[in-house]
């Protein structure tokens, strides 16, 4: 058998697109622009971010919730390659649920010191408390929340 010749090959993915918002993505940006927490109610329980329908029965999510903005962290990865809309090299991303929250969400990890990769899990837990650091400007939209930081 012959040996094969190791090969690199590069390229990006990056689709820019537009779509409409409807009502209740629309509400749930502004309040972000406002630094304001909200998550809507379906049959499920409480969504956040809110979505127009509940997965589960397709019943429209109608009430809305201002919540306390504590997030628990569920897991976490530790980006060691640079990615588009990441924070350089090591970065920290995590997968968190906001309150009693049904829905689960993909957001920055901050304030957390990343210079030794090694140790980082000397300092982060699952099950973590964070919360937002919100960015001076914010245009409506979910990186009006900068990253999460430790709450305690």
Request: glycine share 8%; hydrophobic share 35%.
């Amino acid at each position: 058998m012959s040996e094969i010749e190791e090969q690199q090959v590069e390229y990006s993915w990056d689709i820019t697109y537009n779509v409409v918002m409807g009502e209740t993505y629309a509400t749930f940006m502004e309040n972000q622009r406002q630094k304001k927490i909200v998550g809507n109610v379906g049959p499920s329980g409480v969504h956040y971010p809110p979505k127009p329908f509940c997965d589960i029965s397709f019943e429209a999510c109608k009430d809305w919730v201002e919540l306390d903005g504590i997030a628990t962290l569920l897991t976490y990865t530790v980006v060691h390659v640079p990615m588009p809309h990441l924070p350089p090299p090591p970065s920290i991303t995590g997968i968190f649920k906001m309150g009693e929250s049904v829905v689960n969400f993909v957001h920055h990890i901050g304030g957390i010191d990343t210079s030794d990769p090694a140790k980082v899990e000397d300092k982060i837990k699952i099950g973590m408390k964070f919360k937002p650091v919100w960015k001076e400007e914010r245009k409506g939209h979910m990186f009006d929340i900068d990253y999460f930081e430790p709450a305690e």
